[in-house]
């Protein structure tokens, strides 16, 4: 088995109190998930997605915002979670106390066995009205035509207001429970991985600089250079779903030693 971790740093997640799991677009665009930097496709192509996933845009047109998140949801629900996600919940699994965070607004790790992962940027599986008041997304429509155009949002059972996706638009704050959660697991760590975010998106970028200052080991798996490289005790050059297995065997072999 070709090592990827530097000496000692296996049994070190292997022996950790607690591990933080925190991901970012990389992980899910290796399922095929766009990032908000890839060009839209399709009918979206003329559109901005910046500019599409705004408070003030769902307000001044709700059906145009909502039905490019129909269409989201929609390719979400046709991609399947990779290796990396799949790796990520057999770490969780492996070791007692361990996070998961994530900047995705997918349900990929979810599917692959993730527990109760913290999404920092809510969720789009779970719309909520204007009001706030949550809304059941409805199930089976997987088949969302990619030139899907504009779509009138259903109005909330409680309160008759417009249902708005359930997730952190530009402009607005994130999750109060989520983000202290995430800060939390983040200061009490002994081991955080970082894997496929740029380290540019705040405040969740903190959460490797939060572990850092208290004294936690900083793992990152990206294949590119990030801002976050200088904090970082090791930075592993690759994919989420090629690395991420290899780091879980490590650890395995490790625990499974100790037994």
Known sequence: MQRVLPDGVAERIATAGRVVVFTGAGISAE????????????????????????PEAFEADP??????????????RRAEPNAGHVAAAALQALVPGTVVVTQNVDDLHERAGSKDPVHLHGSLFAP???????FDAPS??????????????????????LVRPGVVWFGEA??????????????SCDV????????????????????????ATVIQVNPDETP????????????AARLLPALY???EEVTAGGR
């Open 128 to 134: 909520r009205c204007v009001a706030g008041h949550p």
């Open 174 to 187: 994130l999750p109060r429970a989520a983000f202290t959660a995430a800060v939390e697991a983040a200061s």
């Open 249 to 251: 065997a490590e650890v």
């Open 228 to 239: 976050l490289d200088d904090i970082c005790d090791v930075n592993l050059r690759g994919t």
């Open 192 to 215: 955080l991985l970082s894997i496929g975010t740029s380290g540019v998106v705040y405040p969740a970028a903190e959460l490797p600089v939060v572990a850092t200052r208290s004294g």
């Open 31 to 54: 399922s095929g998930v766009p990032t908000f930097r890839d060009a839209l496709t399709g009918l979206w192509s003329r559109f901005d997605a910046y500019e599409l996933a705004t």
């Open 140 to 161: 089976g429509d997987d088949d969302v035509p990619d030139d899907l155009g504009p779509v009138p949002p259903p109005r909330c059972t409680a309160c008759g207001a």
């Open 63 to 76: 059906a145009l915002v909502w039905g490019w998140y129909e269409w989201r949801r929609a390719a979400v």
